[in-house]
């Protein structure tokens, strides 16, 4: 009996206590937040993965725009001067993904633009060119950042750039597969060492994982990832390993060149039919089941190949007020950080 009775007095006090501890006005209120603090305005919470240092190159872009393979940036000017590329191609997928000419170019300093463009290039050559687009468009506030030097690849590290020897268009054929793998790869070019990024970690751990704000106002769209895809034959890499890693569920577009014919080797080019035919499956499969409801995973393949202007050097716009070279340290930083981030963990 004096057990029992014992039990029930702790029962009742730890009621009591627990009470306490809940009510409004007890000073030991635990696990409460301040009325006055407001929620971040990000549509989704903190990511557990981001780049280095839990700073990620893409947070607060709402949409984004990936232009793999950016030769001389002629595609994300496109994106933002539209106006100096009358009839090009690219335009309406652009209009139709993020909006109009208009909204692709609205910032603000909390979240520094509607949409942002990220390219990869390995062509050293064009390096200066792309800085100087980078730091014109950041002045304009327009969050644009070049990984200049910079291939993609199913794996991280160095390799070598190879150029096509084609001055005249650009070397818009130079690549990093060897003249053993590739046609256009000429064996009397000079081979420049260039940094790998494996894309599909690219796409999950900073595209993926990226805080998305809220939607601009009268923003109609969703956020959208928009890939475009040209480089030279290591599609045939970069694909397979973006499929069976899982980066491609955060592409919501893809624009791809395919190279098949400048395979060298025969299993090579077989992949590529493969690979395209797998590509375009997913995309009608998408279709299909969202249509009725039972997929939740948005994916096409856009057949744009937007090669006009390809030699244009139009002047750079000059801006004031915008983010400007702080912005741009900013990414560089980030870029330098996130890459040998990949060499030592990937």
């Not at 106002?217 to 890693?245: A, C, Q, W």
């Not at 089941?289 to 744009?304: A, D, K, Q, R």
Request: glycine letters at 6%.
């Amino acid at each position: 009996m004096t057990t029992t009775v014992t039990i029930v007095c702790i029962l009742i006090s730890f009621c009591i206590l627990l009470l306490i501890l809940l009510s409004s006005d007890s000073p030991y209120e635990v696990c409460k937040l301040p009325k006055d603090l407001k929620p971040p305005n990000y549509a989704k919470p903190n990511s557990t993965i981001n780049s280095v240092n839990e700073t990620n190159i893409l947070d607060g872009c709402y949409h984004v725009y990936l232009d793999i393979g950016s030769n001389i940036g002629v595609q994300v000017r496109k994106l933002f001067e539209p106006e100096k590329y009358p009839n090009a191609k690219v335009a309406k997928v652009f209009r139709s993904n993020f909006g109009t000419d208009d909204e692709r170019k609205l910032w603000s300093n909390e979240d520094w633009g509607v949409v942002c463009a990220i390219g990869f290039e390995p062509n050293p050559h064009h390096t200066k060119n792309l800085a100087d687009i980078e730091t014109h468009y950041n002045n304009c506030g327009w969050r644009v950042k070049f990984m200049t030097e910079t291939a993609v690849s199913n794996h991280s590290g160095t390799t070598h750039f190879y150029s096509d020897n084609n001055y005249r268009r650009n070397e818009w054929g130079g690549g990093i597969l060897s003249p053993d793998i590739n046609r256009e790869a000429k064996v009397e070019s000079t081979a420049y060492l260039v940094t790998l990024v494996r894309l599909s970690d690219f796409l999950k751990n900073v595209v993926g994982q990226r805080k998305i704000p809220n939607s601009p106002p009268n923003h109609r769209y969703p956020p959208k990832i928009i890939m475009k895809m040209d480089i030279e034959g290591s599609e045939t890499d970069v694909i397979p390993d973006i499929l069976f890693t899982g980066g491609l569920q955060y592409v919501n577009a893809v624009m791809i060149e395919w190279h098949t014919r400048l395979e060298k080797l025969e299993y090579r080019a077989t992949a590529q039919r493969q690979l395209r035919s797998i590509i375009e499956l997913l995309s009608k499969y998408s279709t299909n089941t969202i249509s009725h409801g039972v997929n939740n995973f948005e994916f096409n393949v856009v057949y744009v190949d937007d090669e006009s202007y390809g030699n244009s050097n139009f002047e750079l716009p000059n801006c004031q007020g915008g983010p400007g070279e702080e912005l741009s340290g900013i990414q560089n930083n980030i870029k330098l950080e996130f890459v040998d981030y990949l060499l030592a963990h990937y």
